[in-house]
């Protein structure tokens, strides 16, 4: 059974030959990420960098991914002459077809939007305004928001016409919550937010690909919703925060999971014993006898201070307690 369809399978609950895995940190990669031409956060080894909407983002001495800094709509009279990102420029895709011939054979091949909507929007407006506009400047927001969908839906549309059936899933970013909660009410975010993802997974499932959420922090109100619009495969990073056996029981069998240890309670600081046993409890709860686990590292490399040897304990642990091997 190649990668992608051990990955599929997974998604899918149709029972996968072993523990899918996307650890790009000891170089164990069941996917392959074809990269488009997204500038993101620019080089992470500069003090500063601009991305493709003009947000500048700044970096401490270690390499890191940084902080956006300067916001270009932080007042909104710089809308008037604002340039919004053209989707549709050519070299946004080149050298796509080159990555995919040299990487892409037996692996589960997915494509990425960096930063989709609630965070492209707190970048170009700041984010104290953002949660302010959604009260104060409906409008505007709204506006703002429907422009960032609309760039959205069309690089899914060309990324599509130039891959069509050759790719199988698609990975967003949108931070949602602190530990304690998410920033805006469950009334709110369905409001505002749940239609524009839904247009924007859906034009995702036309395309035939599956769908993979990322969010940091406590954001158990929304994981109904998200599932409900469409989402696949929900990549959290700090199940500790969200509660594993609680997710589990909720949850279980619904969606897909892609997680790992939680990265700031447990591998940074817990003992080996206690991160072997956090990994036999993610798989005890968060998977099914058919599925819904994808062992998935957090692609920081060093930066949140996590040895290297606390990742093979991890590592190890999953693949020891792997559900599916076993059948």
């Known amino acids: 059974m190649t990668g992608r369809e051990v990955v599929r399978r997974a998604i899918e609950f149709r029972n996968p030959a072993r523990l899918p895995i996307r650890f790009g940190y000891f170089g164990i990669d069941d996917t392959f990420y074809l990269k488009w031409n997204q500038i993101g956060a620019g080089d992470e080894n500069t003090r500063q960098s601009y991305d493709e909407w003009g947000c500048l983002w700044e970096r401490s001495e270690q390499a890191n991914?940084?902080?956006?800094?300067?916001?270009?709509?932080?007042?909104?009279?710089?809308?008037?002459?604002?340039?919004?990102p053209d989707p549709d420029d050519p070299s946004l895709y080149s050298g796509m077809e080159k990555q995919y011939r040299e990487n892409a054979e037996g692996k589960y091949v997915f494509v990425e939007i960096?930063?989709?909507l609630f965070e492209r929007l707190h970048s170009l407006r700041g984010f104290s305004n953002v949660l302010m506009d959604l009260y104060v400047e409906p409008q505007k927001i709204a506006y703002?928001?429907?422009?960032?969908v609309e760039y959205d839906l069309e690089i899914i549309k060309n990324i599509d016409q130039r891959f069509h059936g050759r790719i199988d899933g698609f990975y967003c970013t949108d931070d949602w919550g602190t530990e304690l909660n998410t920033f805006i009410s469950l009334e709110m975010w369905n409001d505002f937010f749940k239609p524009r993802y839904k247009k924007i997974f859906d034009a995702c499932k036309k395309a035939g690909w599956h769908v993979w959420f990322h969010s940091c922090g406590k954001v158990n109100n929304f994981i109904s919703g998200l599932i409900d619009i469409g989402v696949d495969v929900l990549n959290f990073q700090q199940p500790r925060v969200l509660g594993i056996e609680e997710i589990g029981k909720e949850y279980a069998g619904k969606v897909c999971f892609a997680s790992l240890c939680d990265i700031q309670h447990t591998l940074p600081f817990k003992s080996d014993e206690e991160i072997i046993e956090e990994a036999k409890l993610l798989l005890d709860c968060w998977a099914?006898?058919?599925?819904?686990?994808?062992l998935m590292d957090d692609g920081n490399g060093e930066a949140l201070g996590i040895p290297a040897s606390k990742r093979k304990v991890m590592l190890d642990a999953f693949l020891k307690y792997d559900p599916y091997r076993k059948k």
């Not at 909104?76 to 340039?83: M, P």
């Not at 703002?144 to 960032?148: G, N, S, V």
Request: proline letters at 3%.
């Open 65 to 84: 991914i940084g902080q956006v800094k300067g916001h270009p709509l932080l007042d909104w009279d710089n809308l008037k002459n604002f340039k919004f």
């Open 114 to 116: 960096f930063m989709l």
């Open 288 to 294: 099914t006898d058919s599925g819904g686990f994808i």
């Open 144 to 148: 703002l928001a429907d422009k960032i």
